[in-house]
């Protein structure tokens, strides 16, 4: 951990273990989108039909969206919680300590298999609040890291002579 000395007081900052925002793959289906109106744009221009422009700028329209999803959530695991902020305002959305972290699993359609990403799902143990992960890239070795935190946080709680 490092810490911040800020007009005479110290402050904890959290040293982040992982981070990531969601995988460009996550917004396939936004390019195959885009790849079809710039495929209609494109053909309309060829072929001398009106209104070819309006088919580019949509599919540039549609890039620019993929761009901005892509960074709106925020990922980040620390030695102490998981927590989802907004990519551009840095607040918290959700987070959940690793001291409630339950059962941690992974959903993967065929499509996110391809592209080798996934749904990282983390359910804590005293409520039914559920954090969700998309679009992470290797989400298996994410699922690893959160329960060897979270192990080590109950094993802490419930044996506290083994940090020492």
């Not at 460009?24 to 109106?37: D, G, K």
């Not at 540039?60 to 902020?85: E, M, N, P, S």
């Amino acid at each position: 951990m490092t810490t911040l000395h800020v007009a005479g007081k110290t402050e904890q900052e959290p040293r982040i273990i992982w981070e990531a925002f969601p995988s460009w793959a996550q917004f396939s289906w936004l390019y195959l989108l885009s790849a079809v109106s710039l495929l209609r744009g494109t053909l309309f221009f060829r072929f001398g039909v009106s209104g070819w422009e309006t088919w580019i700028i949509g599919a540039g329209i549609l890039l620019a969206c993929a761009a901005i999803l892509r960074h709106w959530a925020h990922y980040d695991l620390t030695r102490d919680q998981i927590t989802v902020r907004n990519g551009y305002t840095r607040r918290e959305i959700q987070s959940i300590p690793l001291s409630d972290v339950g059962q941690v699993t992974v959903q993967q359609g065929v499509v996110a298999d391809f592209f080798e990403i996934g749904t990282v799902l983390v359910h804590a143990r005293s409520s039914d609040r559920l954090l969700s992960l998309r679009g992470v890239r290797d989400p298996e070795g994410l699922t690893t890291r959160i329960e060897a935190l979270a192990w080590k946080h109950h094993r802490a709680a419930n044996h506290p002579r083994a940090n020492s």
